[in-house]
């Protein structure tokens, strides 16, 4: 059985259109390879006596990972969209959501212009248009 | 012999198994969602399917950055909720059917779909959320499980096309399987949702509603979807409707409507379910 291909052949093509998306960061090798140790450190706070350990010495915690000292600060701070910027991936980061013990929602509405309250009651009205933010060059 | 009967598709929220094991499923927040699931625990109950291959990513727990397999199959004797940072779910153990994942692993390999095969894991809410959806507050889980997981978080994922040909062979694998079981296949995830970046809280609920409609009759258009497609119309995280092709694609030529549910939002996320059969 053949089929025509549903998706570009060209990988470099392909690539750029993921970046190509307002306000998003796909998980692309590259960033895969710069926050592997990043993610694979959130990936840690599955396990109960690690997320004993990290709550009890964050920065002690951190400084056992290979990461960067601008990494560690983004962690410390929550800073969800540099530590997108930096190869972080958000299932990655949601164990420290829940290590945190905030709501998945209310921590994706940290990487948004809109304090929790408006996110929430924006996602009840029927959540973001994606009128304007489709495409960057297209500009639609 | 081993019978496909059913295709069933839903979201996984991991909220929708907080609201279930809490008890909140029928309040103000929860009740329309879960609303859309009680024809279809009704229906399973009269179903009695014997297995559910069930197709779902796993959200970095039992697959991490060190090992990411494109299409997984579990064929071990049982799996674990994973503990995904909050504690495990308190929910019965997902008990697998190794005879027919084999089967499934071996014939899957033959058709040239060089499967991982996974013996030992624990399955996350991705699995697990959907059990609950379809079987409510249960002892045990009244079918067994095989668990299909698909990598839909490191880029590239599979292709659509490719989902619904794995679909199809998965089909041929079940039909050859010589004992005489119910099997249905499931496809989760989605539909539109953006977890992450200023762009988060998307959800466009036109496209999921045509991406529901296109699973129903005899067309396959939506196996050509690209990726930058789902990811600019439905979130980053729309992705992961790729894995209901791999359901739609095991029910043939042409499915029939049996029950359909859309609901905006549950956290991040739009809601959407649908059961279909194949038609001969």
Redesign the interface.
């Given at each position: 059985m053949t089929h025509r291909a549903s998706q570009p052949t060209d990988i470099h093509a392909y690539l750029a259109d993921l970046e190509d998306i307002p306000g998003t960061r796909v998980f692309t090798a590259a960033r895969a390879r710069q926050g592997y140790h990043l993610n694979q450190f959130a990936m840690s706070l599955m396990k109960p006596e690690n997320r004993a350990r990290f709550k009890a010495d964050e920065r002690g915690y951190l400084d056992e990972w290979a990461i960067t000292p601008e990494a560690k600060k983004a962690v410390l701070a929550r800073d969800y969209n540099a530590l997108l910027d930096l190869g972080g991936n958000i299932y990655f980061f949601s164990k420290l959501f829940s290590t945190d013990g905030i709501a998945f929602a209310e921590a994706v509405s940290t990487m948004t212009d809109m304090p929790w309250p408006d996110y929430r009651q924006m996602m009840i009205n029927g959540g973001r248009s994606p009128e304007g933010v489709r495409s960057i060059r297209e500009k639609r | 012999m081993a019978r496909l009967t059913a295709g069933v598709a839903s979201s996984h929220v991991?909220?929708m198994g907080v609201a279930h094991d809490q008890k909140k499923d029928r309040d103000d927040y929860f009740g329309p969602i879960f609303a859309g699931y009680d024809w279809t625990r009704q229906w399973e109950k009269e179903q009695k399917p014997d297995v559910v291959i069930l197709v779902y990513n796993d959200?970095?727990?039992a697959f991490?950055?060190?090992i990411i397999p494109t299409f997984a199959i579990g064929c071990g004797e049982h799996y674990k909720p994973?503990?995904?940072?909050?504690?495990p779910r308190a929910v019965p153990d997902v008990i697998g059917h190794p005879d027919l994942a084999w089967h499934i692993a071996q014939s899957l390999v033959l058709d040239e779909f060089d499967m991982t095969i996974v013996n030992e894991m624990d399955v996350d809410h991705g699995l697990t959320v959907p059990l609950s959806m379809m079987f409510g507050d249960v002892a045990e889980w009244p079918v067994k499980v095989i668990p299909l997981a698909v990598n839909v978080?490191?880029?590239?994922p599979p292709?659509?096309?490719r989902c619904w040909?794995l679909g199809?062979a998965i089909a041929r694998a079940v039909a050859s399987f010589p004992e005489d079981l119910n099997v249905q296949i499931w496809g989760t995830g989605g539909m539109?949702h953006?977890?992450?970046?200023?762009?988060?809280?998307?959800?466009?609920?036109a496209?999921d509603n045509m991406f529901l409609d296109g699973l129903v009759g005899d067309s396959d258009h939506l196996?050509?979807?690209?990726?930058?497609e789902y990811?600019?119309?439905?979130g980053?995280e729309g992705i992961e409707m790729v894995m209901w092709l791999i359901m739609r694609g095991a029910l043939g030529k042409t499915t029939r409507c049996l029950h359909r549910h859309y609901h905006?939002?549950c956290?991040?996320t739009?809601i959407g379910h649908m059961v279909l059969e194949p038609q001969p």
């Open positions: - | 991991p909220l959200h970095a727990s991490d950055m060190k994973a503990d995904e940072g909050w504690g978080v490191t880029y590239p292709t659509g096309n040909a199809e539109s953006q977890l992450q970046g200023p762009r988060a809280g998307l959800i466009n609920r496209w196996r050509h979807i690209p990726h930058i990811l600019r119309e439905t980053s905006v939002p956290s991040n739009a």
